[in-house]
């Protein structure tokens, strides 16, 4: 770790795993209210209850501190529970699937790590980089395994199974997804969430099962 300004004691263990913990919450906090380029390592310290000699012993700047954030909100994301298991059937795991994935993405804490992402991704390509392929990536390679399972059971007939599971992904997003991203809409509501996951369902079903 990098030391910037006055010294602070270097903490042992567990008193960093914490510390890192409460600044890396105030810091979540500010980049949701002001954004990325809105907030500031002063904003940052007082959000957290930190002084900025302690935020500066464990981040070097803003960027390292907003790419330690998405880490661990891709990696919290890329290990989410949807339940692929083989012996589910095909219209439950659809529809138990696209109403889990709306729910992660369509909420303001996804909103504001995707929106923030795609905004500096093009002067930290690494970070829109390790989102997609701890988050997006990692979900399509997931559920195209579990229909590839399908496949080879006769259930379905896919040529492609991992485009085929970006396309379900996809259609369980339209109208709900880029509205809210943009801001434009509110959170979309369960009943909406379920109208339009099972439209996706029907139509997956129909262009997949034999």
Request: aromatic share 10%.
């Amino acid at each position: 770790m990098v030391t910037r300004g006055s010294a602070a004691p270097v903490p042992n263990v567990e008193e960093d795993s914490a510390k890192r913990r409460q600044i890396l919450d105030g810091a979540r906090a500010v980049f949701l209210e002001l954004g990325f380029d809105g907030a500031s390592m002063g904003e940052i310290a007082r959000a957290a209850g930190v002084s900025k000699g302690t935020l500066y012993v464990y981040f070097t700047d803003k960027n390292s501190l907003f790419c330690a954030i998405v880490e661990q909100e891709s990696l919290a994301q890329g290990m989410a529970s949807f339940d692929f298991s083989p012996e589910r059937d095909v219209e439950t795991t659809l529809r138990d699937f696209g109403h889990a994935y709306i729910g992660l993405i369509c909420t303001p804490l996804g909103a504001s790590t995707i929106r923030t992402v795609m905004a500096i991704a093009e002067r930290m390509p690494d970070v829109g980089r390790r989102y997609y392929e701890r988050v997006v990536a990692h979900t399509i390679a997931r559920f195209g395994r579990y229909l590839q399972i399908q496949v080879d059971a006769g259930t379905l007939v896919i040529e492609d199974c991992e485009l085929a599971a970006a396309q379900f992904m996809q259609t369980c997003q339209a109208s709900l997804f880029l509205p809210f991203v943009f801001q434009a809409t509110e959170p979309p509501s369960p009943e909406r969430i379920a109208s339009v996951v099972a439209s996706a369902t029907r139509m997956f079903i129909a262009a997949y099962r034999p």
